[in-house]
């Protein structure tokens, strides 16, 4: 019994300083998961977004501008439809980030490009492209660089395509797509994180700042009911031991 009071009233005193060291270390760690959290969640948020709007600019330039600008001629490829098309698309279209824009008939020809090579140019179109195609919905997707319809496109690091139906006077269905340059994209999305950093960190940090003495004020409050508790523990051994005393005196008398 006397080992086991020496070890406890030989304790370590509690030091604020330590413990609020070991909160605020806590509460920076947590602020950073935290931080990385929103971080990665606003960035996605940010590109999801600039894909979206890249989907809305190609229906608008698509169905809205070139659409209209049609001729049942374009599926010959006549030159006259040709360069109907090429005069609106140059003029309207390409600028900014759409960088490309190709029209493809249902057998995988390109019927128009603003790269001339590739017109009358055949290849084969991919699922997505068909459904679309067949289905008339619109898609958007990171262009594949190494499919050989792509090999002469720009920026061929890295595009963003956008695919879907228009039709000619005669109501014939031709693909669509537009290629955007995906640095617009990704700058959308670090736009994004920025403008949701500054205040996400800031108001993280003045909660860490406003918990801070809280945490020295609960330190304290712990320091002083552990000195309350070992000043009791040593009054009553001291009591024991003098009540001990007396018993023996009593008994040696």
Known sequence: GG??????LGAKPVSVARLVYRFSLAGLLAMFLVALGTGFLSRHVGTQQAIDDARQVGRLTGEGIVEPALSDGLVRMEPQAIADVNEVIRRQILRDTLV????????????????QKLIGQRFDLGDEERDVLLN????????DVSRPENSLDPNASKLLEVYLPIHTPDQTPLLYEAYFAYSGVAKAGRSAWLNFAGPSLGALLLLELIQIPLAV??????????AERENLLRRAVDSSDTERRRIASDLHD
């Open 217 to 226: 004020s609960l330190a304290r409050r712990v320091r002083d009911s552990h």
């Open 136 to 143: 008339d919905g619109i898609e958007a997707e990171v262009s």
């Open 100 to 115: 490309r824009v190709k029209i493809w008939r249902s057998d995988g020809t390109v019927v128009y490009s603003d790269e």
């Open 3 to 8: 080992t086991g009071t020496a070890v406890i």
